[in-house]
């Protein structure tokens, strides 16, 4: 039987690529980026051992209408990074064609996500003087986690590679405080620093005309949200708004309307509960989460699995392909 691999990319840069700021440069864990060299050595990898199929083919295999010449893999790219217009190139040098979801916050309103300044703050940050600053700054009620032993216990278990401190940080960020608390918190932190909203966007996201290029390439450009909140976290009138803008602002610049959409942070908790309903709400055929696995017969088209980059070797390498 024929299955089917999405491998996810955020980051793909080289050292001191795309800085932000003065003294923007990485210097501290908070952006794990792939390099060049390694992101196309992963894609050779993947084309030796898979057919690398295009997002078409994926389509009409996932909805039935086709048929897989073998187990295949697509690439996948969220968020609309400045990084993804070399790494489209690199694809198309390699005769492969992406998938590449946009947020359109920063395009419409040049207001970063969320997600981005924690980012660039942890990579630009000593992870104490972050931490300190960030807690400083939350309003009193959020100041202080409700049950700390309880969050601790459940950061430690999700970020395995963090100090605790570090881990109960990403875990209040990501699970415990609302969206836009972080959002203003981070705005406040970029301020402090003299990096102005607006530069920020120009140095991390692809603008409308790069985001059209990605098209006229032949990859597709798909939604992935208007303020990238988890879409469990919005009442229904705000998911509508979210989606819906998402959906309006790339239908202008693509001229057409998006068909699939790969959910914010992608894992269970931040999925739709009802991925049925709200696919056909929004006129979505393929939907991509981020929960680690290949795709079988069967697959639900609203809530495919996919996989990270820093996944592959352990879900797709030799050993895996020994053991499937
Ligand atoms: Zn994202």
């Known amino acids: 039987m024929s299955q089917l691999l999405f491998v996810n990319y955020h980051y793909i840069r080289d050292p001191g690529q795309y800085t932000v700021g003065v003294g923007g440069e990485a210097q501290f864990p908070g952006i794990h980026p792939l390099g060049t060299r390694a992101f196309a050595d992963q894609l050779a990898w993947l084309s030796d051992h898979f057919h690398m199929a295009t997002p078409a083919e994926a389509q009409a295999h996932v909805l039935g209408h086709a ?22 190139g ?8 992406g998938v590449f979801f946009v947020t359109s916050r920063p395009l419409v309103e040049q207001v970063p996500l969320a997600v981005h300044k924690v980012h660039w703050l942890r990579a630009t940050t000593p992870p104490d003087e972050f931490r300190e600053e960030f807690n400083g ?7 202080e986690p409700n049950n700390p032993n309880q969050d601790a216990e459940a950061a430690a278990k999700i970020y395995i590679y963090d100090q605790p401190a570090d881990g109960m940080l990403k875990y209040r960020i990501n699970f415990r405080l609302p969206h836009d608390v972080v959002d203003a918190v981070t705005t406040a932190m970029l301020k402090s620093r003299g990096v102005a909203l607006a ?20 990859h597709l450009v798909a939604a992935h949200g208007h303020s990238h909140t988890p879409f469990s976290r919005l009442e229904p009138d705000a998911l509508a708004t979210d989606i819906n803008t998402n959906l309006e602002c790339l239908g202008g610049i693509l001229a057409a309307r998006p068909r699939w959409v790969s959910y914010p942070y992608g894992r269970d ?3 739709p509960a009802d991925t049925g309903a709200f696919c056909r709400q929004f006129g979505f055929e393929i939907a991509l989460t981020l929960k680690a696995g290949w795709n079988g017969g069967g697959a639900d088209p609203t809530r495919l699995n996919r996989i990270n980059t820093n996944e592959v070797e352990r879900v797709a390498g030799p050993e895996a392909a020994t053991n499937a």
């Open 67 to 88: 048929t897989l010449p073998g187990p295949s893999v697509v690439v996948t790219f969220d968020d609309g990074l400045v990084d993804h217009a070399p790494a489209a």
């Open 90 to 97: 690199i694809l198309e040098a390699a005769g492969i064609r």
């Open 137 to 143: 700054m939350l309003p009193g009620e959020w100041a």
């Open 199 to 218: 530069d920020f966007c120009q140095g991390t996201y692809l603008d409308a005309s790069g985001v059209r290029a990605l098209q006229d390439a032949e």
């Open 269 to 271: 908790w931040a999925v």
